[in-house]
Structures are given as structure tokens and as C-alpha cells.
């Protein structure tokens, strides 16, 4: 090697370094003391002697600040639920879940983690007779804004006005005589991902010869959004989003605006906590009454200008939590408790993830009873 090539070389390998460091210290960064798995009090479950405990199975799906697993097995730890790691990526899943009781996921929300969730789930469900979280009929919802869309729809919920089309012809029909601008969703995308604004026919033919053809590019390299449209109504709106998060009767919510120049709130990062109007809590309890069975159930509103009155943009049944402090009222952080349409502030922080483990184990004990 000269001494010409090898001076390149080491100056490679220097700036791979200086690169790996910044991107350290760039992506090193403070946790909140709110966000420390000890920020919130252990949750107890009163457990009845009659009824033996079950041996979970628990999927560490995630990593980073939002998986939900750590606050699952801290649950499971606090109340002596005895618990064992699943790898259900692994060929041996089956022969596995057959010595569990309950099989705990947090399901991720690409396209294929779905894909891959919709087919164990259900087969742990259906065939080896486990109750499992999500459940079944949950995760059919899940991520799927078209088959959320339908169900509320047919539940008479205030839901943005929403143009769902598999037809071509319909779609080219519709595209000349709607109302610009509108939004242009694919089915599956989450943090503003996969989110259009159509501001014109010409942007609009074009995304239906794309969606009709080949099939539009999405945000990752394997799928499409191919032969169908979902389209919704730009709504006049007060500038935010408000997101309520339902497990059990534990309310919790906040605010979410976008960034500067930007009409789409979620993923923007910028939140504001505090109280939740009272129509807007009532109106998520009557959409989650009509959605499939979920340990959590979170509702997405938006504030119409020309009435004043909020409409469901979207539900989840997995959302990105980070904190004990969903919700915030004057400063104080709690949940609302609700009894018969009556709703309660109850101070205190609270992992929302601990409280969907809680409703699991009622689950269990009310079967097992």
C-alpha cells in the first residue's frame, strides 16, 4: 500500500468515526423524568384466591421510550403474575404458546408486522384457544382506516366526510365535480405518512392514473396503495387535533397542532395537555361502544369552524405513548373516571400500558371465575 493510499485510507476510517460520534450525540437525549419507568406508582390488582393466575407469554416487540412491554412486565412483576419471554418471530411460536395463558404483543404497524400480526394472532386466538392482546376482532381495525371508516359510518358517528372507492370510473367521476381541496389517504400509514393534500384536478387525475396503473408509491419499498381511494374532506378546523385514549373507564387526552406551513398535526411532536370538553369524551365512550373489543381504544377529533363541532378523523388501537402524563387538567396530571356517563378527575400519573394489562387480567379472572 503507498503512502498516498494509505493516508486516504485512514482518513475513511477517521471520518466514519467522527460520523458515528455526531450522530451519537445528536441522537443522545435527556429523558424527561416523566417518561422513567419509575415516574409512576406500581398499579395493584386485587386478585381473588379462587382464581389460579395465568402464565403470560410477552412479546418484546419494541425498543426506545414508547415500547409498551416494559410497563407490562413491571405489571406483571408488582402483582406476581408469573411471565415468560416469547420470541414469536421464531418457528417455535406454536409449539410454545401451547404452555401460555395469555399472550401479550404490542403489533407494530408497518405493513408487514400487520400481515405477520393478522395471521398469529388470529391462529392463537382461534386455534390454540388463548386469550390474547390485541384480540382478534381488535386488530382486524387496527391500521386500517377503511374498515374503521366503514364502522363508524354504520354507526351514525360524526365522522369527516369520506370518499372510499375500489371503481376507477367512480373515482374519475368523482375527481371532476368534488370539492377542492381534499385529503388522500392510504389505508395503512400513521404519523402523517401516506397523507396527501390534493389541491386541484390536475393533482387529482394524476393520483388516479398512479393508483389505478402501477400503483402509487408508498413509504416503504414492497407495498403500494393500488385500486382504491380514500379520500376526505378538507375540514375548516380550529388548528388542532384532539386525541382521547380509552382502557377501561380511564380517560385520558391532548392537543396536537402542526408545524409551521403544515395541515397535518400528528407526528408534528407539538402537544399541549390539559382538560378534554365533555361532548368530546362522550362522543369517543359512544365511538368505542361501536368498534370491535380493544384493551385501547384511541379516537382522533377534529373542531369544525363552520359549526363548532368536533368529527372522528380516525381511531387506533395502538398509539405511541411516552409518558405516565396523557393527560393534564390546571396543571395536574390524572385521568377521568368515568361511571354511566359521568366523568371523575382522579389525580395522579398513570402508565396507560399498565392500566390495558389490568383490564387483561379482569378479562382472565372474570373467565376464570
Not at 407494530?108 to 392482546?133: C, H, N, R
Not at 387529482?204 to 402501477?214: I, S
Not at 409551521?260 to 365533555?278: C, E, F, M, N, Q
Not at 379516537?299 to 405516565?324: M, P
Request: one cysteine or more; charged letters at 25%; hydrophobic letters at 35%.
Amino acid at each position: 500500500m503507498t503512502s498516498e493510499t494509505l493516508i486516504i485510507s485512514r482518513f475513511k476510517r477517521m471520518r466514519t468515526r467522527i460520523i458515528k460520534a455526531c450522530e451519537t450525540v445528536i441522537n443522545t437525549r435527556i429523558v424527561p423524568e416523566n417518561e422513567r419507568l419509575d415516574s409512576a406508582p406500581l398499579l395493584y390488582l386485587e386478585w381473588p384466591l379462587s382464581v389460579p393466575k395465568p402464565f403470560v407469554a410477552l412479546v418484546k416487540s419494541q425498543r426506545g421510550t414508547s415500547a409498551y412491554w416494559p410497563k407490562f412486565e413491571r405489571f406483571l412483576k408488582a402483582n406476581d403474575i408469573p411471565y415468560k419471554e416469547l420470541d414469536i418471530k421464531a418457528s417455535s411460536f406454536i409449539s410454545e404458546c401451547k404452555d401460555f395463558d395469555i399472550v401479550a404483543w404490542r403489533t407494530l404497524s408497518t405493513y408487514v408486522d400487520q400481515w405477520e400480526a393478522a395471521d398469529k394472532v388470529e391462529f392463537i386466538q382461534e386455534y390454540l384457544g388463548k386469550m390474547i392482546l390485541p384480540p382478534r376482532q381488535a386488530l382486524w381495525l387496527d391500521e386500517d382506516k377503511i374498515r374503521a371508516q366503514w364502522v363508524l359510518e354504520l354507526n351514525q358517528l360524526p365522522v369527516i366526510n369520506t370518499f372510499i372507492s375500489y371503481s376507477k370510473e367512480e373515482t374519475e367521476n368523482y375527481i371532476e365535480s368534488c370539492q377542492y381541496p381534499f385529503i388522500s389517504k392510504e389505508k395503512t400509514c400513521s404519523r402523517s405518512e401516506g397523507v396527501q393534500l390534493i389541491k386541484n384536478k390536475s393533482q387529482a387525475r394524476k393520483l388516479v392514473r398512479q393508483v389505478f396503473n402501477g400503483g402509487l408509491k408508498l413509504n416503504n419499498s414492497y407495498v403500494k396503495q393500488k385500486n382504491y381511494v380514500y379520500f376526505q374532506e378538507f375540514v375548516p378546523n380550529k388548528g388542532f387535533d384532539l386525541r382521547v385514549i380509552m382502557v377501561g373507564n380511564s380517560y385520558f387526552g391532548y392537543y396536537r397542532f402542526p408545524k409551521a406551513g403544515d395541515y397535518r398535526a400528528s407526528g408534528s411532536g407539538i402537544v399541549t395537555k390539559k382538560d378534554i370538553p365533555l361532548e368530546v369524551l362522550l362522543l369517543a365512550k359512544k365511538a368505542r361502544e361501536c368498534l370491535p373489543k380493544s384493551y385501547l381504544s384511541a379516537v382522533d377529533f377534529l373542531q369544525d369552524t363552520r359549526d363548532n363541532k368536533f368529527y372522528i378523523i380516525e381511531t387506533s388501537s395502538f398509539i405511541s405513548i411516552e409518558s405516565c402524563e396523557q393527560l393534564v387538567v390546571d396543571g395536574v396530571a390524572g385521568r377521568h373516571v368515568e361511571q354511566d356517563g359521568d366523568f371523575t378527575f382522579e389525580p395522579g400519573r398513570f402508565w396507560v400500558e399498565e392500566l390495558m394489562m389490568q383490564e387483561l387480567m379482569k378479562d382472565w379472572i372474570t373467565k376464570n371465575s
